[in-house]
């Protein structure tokens, strides 16, 4: 790999896939961005869990496949081609995902309540990573509006944010640690 810095990115722009240049601001990179970031936001999960946290059994082999699955999508955005040849995001993966959280969903009780980020640090942290999430969605639905993308890149973010949801909870039942329900204030 080349050097780190290129200094081509001093005045403002940087390329896409296809040496294309845009302004850093440019929707699209904001979405890149916000994959990007939902990728970091899975890695910090992954070192908590590393570090301490009671971690369900396949979550964390789980969570490693979804950030090269992350960067395969972000690697689509920067490709600005329809189809990107730079993506292996298929309906598989998003079948993959339901079936995860349908796993995992059966090992905890159902809902009863609205629930807040909270319990364990690991499940607080899977909170943080599903919001991330949710802001990359709703920047590539904004792109989606006024660029050919493929329906599967939404549809995966989508079902991302309710398996980290999911995993969250399943993370505070495996450290004994009751979910954060919410209880609407009197006043």
């Given amino acids: 790999m080349a050097k780190i810095y290129t200094r081509t990115g001093d005045s403002?722009?940087?390329?896409?896939?296809?040496?294309?240049?845009?302004?850093?601001?440019?929707?699209?990179?904001?979405?890149?961005?916000?994959?990007?970031?939902?990728n970091a936001a899975i890695g910090v999960v992954r070192a908590e869990l590393a570090r301490g946290s009671v971690s369900p059994e396949g979550v964390d082999a789980l969570l490693a496949e979804i950030q090269h699955e992350l960067f395969e999508l972000g690697a689509e955005l920067a490709s600005c081609e329809v189809n990107g040849k730079h993506s292996n995001i298929a309906d598989s993966d998003i079948t993959t995902l339901e079936l995860e959280i349908d796993r995992y969903e059966a090992i905890v009780e159902p809902l009863r309540a609205f629930i807040l980020p909270g319990g364990a640090m690991a499940a607080a942290q899977l909170h943080v990573a599903r919001c991330v999430c949710r802001h990359a969605?709703?920047?590539?639905?904004?792109?989606?509006?006024?660029?050919?993308?493929?329906?599967?890149?939404?549809?995966?973010l989508n079902r991302l944010s309710d398996l980290l949801f999911v995993l969250a909870r399943v993370v505070n039942k495996a450290n004994r640690l009751s979910d954060v329900e919410w209880h609407p204030t009197n006043r």
């Fill in 137 to 156: 969605e709703r920047r590539l639905v904004e792109l989606m509006a006024s660029n050919e993308l493929r329906g599967e890149l939404l549809r995966y």
């Fill in 12 to 38: 403002g722009e940087t390329s896409l896939l296809g040496n294309a240049r845009v302004l850093k601001n440019d929707l699209r990179i904001e979405v890149i961005g916000s994959v990007d970031e939902t």
